[in-house]
């Protein structure tokens, strides 16, 4: 099945992006993201809302893919979809909508835990992406989710560390929000972050044994830090944003490092690749560069467009699922909670 084409049509909604793409093998044919601009307004996601926003889109996004790819659904060989985890409401309109259309076209249905997919995403064909080579260790940085992963196959992965509270991606924009800045906050925590001096501010880093990762200490001390300063001078955030962003950035980045430098000295594995959000983030992208020539490490970034939540790395797990012939029946419902290698 692999030297011939075989054709994955993908659908990723488990958060507030509704994806389609299409894959040929490997190769990504079309990967349409269809952003919800609506959560912009309360500050963060609202789940009903969410799963509103799938329904109206998934039907135009999936016809835009299979447009943008130059095929008809009758060439495609299966239907991927994201089973979990992430917003139940969100998950059940991509899955519902999996599940009808392979049923109708009579084609396989194969299901996909999201953060695999942020992992296998460098398995996708691409001309500026190199591929890791087995063992690696993999770092998934996201809004919901913090791990490291150990990979020592497609399939077979173990979770080394993950956070007890609140994920990377968070810390970023629950900074963001008690500085002010508008959801989401990351990117503008990461673009302020580069014209600001880091060790201008310090904030201590938390304690955490072992691989596993904490923020919620971090991000608390962050608000004392604001109300305390704000106290003083009302104009204190304005005044310095760019020191206080990239003083934020720095730890994170710090917290992130000190965990991978670990988990690298216990395994002895040195090829690391990063995914998810927040894995666009410049700083992290110039701190794994540089501890490729000072550590001897070598890193794996994905295209930007593959860390965010997007289709295509649905379809590349899509593809290893069928050429291994790992199925889904139509009894599959989607999970919240999905955790790796359940």
């Not at 190199?130 to 077979?156: C, K, W």
């Not at 880093?205 to 305390?228: A, C, E, H, M, W």
């Amino acid at each position: 099945m692999a030297s011939k084409k075989n054709y994955i049509l993908a659908i990723e909604s488990s958060c507030d992006d509704t994806s389609a793409a299409v894959l040929c093998n490997t190769k990504v044919l079309s990967n349409v993201v269809a952003t919800q601009e609506i959560h912009k307004q309360y500050g963060g996601v609202v789940p009903e809302l969410a799963s509103r926003a799938h329904q109206q889109n998934i039907v135009p996004v999936v016809h835009q893919a299979l447009a943008k790819a130059n095929i008809d659904k009758k060439q495609l060989s299966a239907i991927a979809f994201t089973r979990g985890p992430g917003l139940m409401g969100s998950l059940l309109v991509g899955t519902s909508f999996a599940k009808s259309l392979a049923l109708g076209l009579n084609i396989p249905l194969i299901e996909v835990n999201h953060m695999e997919a942020h992992i296998l995403a460098h398995f996708i064909e691409e001309e500026d992406m190199g591929t890791p080579e087995f063992p690696f260790l993999a770092m998934t940085i996201s809004g919901g989710h913090t791990q490291i992963v150990r990979v020592n196959d497609y399939f077979n992965m173990e979770v080394l560390g993950e956070t007890l509270d609140d994920a990377v991606g968070e810390a970023f924009d629950k900074s963001a929000k008690l500085m002010g800045l508008p959801y989401p906050g990351g990117p503008l925590v990461d673009k302020y972050a580069q014209e600001g001096n880091p060790k201008a501010f310090p904030f201590p880093k938390p304690k955490v044994d072992g691989l596993n990762f904490s923020f919620s200490g971090l991000k608390t001390s962050i608000l004392y830090f604001v109300q305390r300063e704000t106290r003083k001078n009302p104009d204190f955030v304005s005044e310095n944003i760019k020191d206080i962003c990239a003083s934020v950035q720095h730890t994170i980045l710090e917290i992130l490092m000190d965990k991978l430098k670990l988990a690298i000295n216990q395994t002895g594995i040195k090829q690391i690749a990063i995914g998810g959000g927040v894995a666009a983030n410049s700083g992290i992208r110039s701190r794994l560069k540089e501890a490729e020539q000072t550590m001897g490490w070598t890193t794996y970034i994905p295209k930007f467009s593959y860390c965010t939540d997007n289709a295509g790395m649905i379809g590349i797990v899509g593809y290893l699922k069928f050429l291994e012939g790992k199925f889904a029946d139509q009894k599959v419902a989607a999970k919240a909670r999905y955790t790796i290698g359940s």
